[in-house]
């Protein structure tokens, strides 16, 4: 997990691509990215939800978070069959960064939150961490990364916005005790392998 531009996509296809390298054949592993191109083409009309949200944040981050929710739980459900089960983003993130901020910035409103809040404490609890891995870099660096992948819709994300969210992670994070929590400095995306030896080190530990 962390903040949007992180660079949480090649860092999980980094790490999907080391598991694959290694000679542990009894050992599965299985990764989920996040359902993006559900996001930006959903429904028989292909509405790209992702893009109305930021454009219209008071009217669509409600129906959003919904769909980041049911597209996840569809994702998951029944399918964490692996060893290693590698989740891009865990529900955790809705519950702690991103509700808490939309109903600060009054995006949503107090019942609208409550619900969402309700409904992701259901479903956490069927997909319990037994590791958290925080990404992390310099605001600056992942607003050129946001920029440099031209998604639609995010050219509406500011600086602001991402210090928003992270220091909701740190704040979340602080106080996170349910699994232990490695923080990886992503600022220079190349070569993880050290990172991703003791990474395993742990996993295969717990």
Known sequence: MGTIGVGKSTW?????????????DSVTFKVFEEPTQEWTAY????????????HYPACYSNTFQLLALLTKLKQLENNLSADINIIERHFYCQM???IPLL???NYIGPNEAAILIDLI????????P?????LSCPLEIALDRISSRKRRGEECITYEYLSQI???????LSNFDICPVITVDTTKNNSFNPVFADILKIINNL
């Open 166 to 172: 992270d220091q909701k992670y740190k704040s979340f």
């Open 103 to 105: 109903l600060k910035n």
């Open 43 to 54: 429904g028989c009309n292909q509405v790209n939800l992702l893009e109305l949200m930021y």
């Open 96 to 98: 702690y960064v991103f």
């Open 130 to 134: 037994d590791l958290i891995i925080y």
């Open 12 to 24: 999980v296809n980094q790490f999907s691509q080391y598991l694959s390298n290694l000679d542990h």
């Open 121 to 128: 404490n259901i479903v956490s609890k069927q997909f319990k």
